[in-house]
């Protein structure tokens, strides 16, 4: 969580922190193998050079950014969760608990299917 500190010390809405601290704390601890950093200030997950998900503050929702096809691959199940989505992000609303399934299998979905890139974002 170190590495998320500089980007955490920036959010001023303490209930945005909160909810921002849980979320990169749940996603450490659920993929221990995911390097932590910061770029485009946000924080974010990488596997092996290659992006992984990201996160950032808005005022009305968290905004999860895993790429377009991970978008595209969960549309339909991020739509019966109830969340709205554009091409690049999902948004978590603050007032509403986290869908971490929801999360850990878009997480896992990107962690397969970029096992093999060697580049951070896909082609």
């Keep these: 969580m170190q590495a998320f500190a ?4 920036t959010l001023t809405d303490p209930q945005h922190r909160a909810r921002m601290e849980e979320v990169l704390a749940w996603a450490m601890q659920t993929f221990p193998s995911l390097s932590p950093r910061i770029a485009w200030n946000q924080p974010m997950l990488t596997d092996h050079g290659t992006f992984i998900i990201g ?3 808005a005022a009305k929702h968290m905004a ?3 790429e377009a096809l991970a978008m595209e691959r969960f549309a339909d199940v991020i739509r019966q969760a109830g ?3 554009t091409k690049q992000l999902i948004r978590f609303p603050w007032d509403r608990p986290v869908d971490y399934a929801l999360l850990e299998q878009i997480i896992a979905f990107n962690m397969l299917d ?3 890139c060697d580049t951070f974002w896909r082609k």
Excluded: I, N, R
């Design 6 to 9: 500089p980007y955490l010390d």
């Design 55 to 57: 996160f950032s503050e």
């Design 83 to 85: 969340y709205t989505q």
């Design 114 to 116: 970029k096992a093999d």
């Design 64 to 66: 999860v950014a895993p």
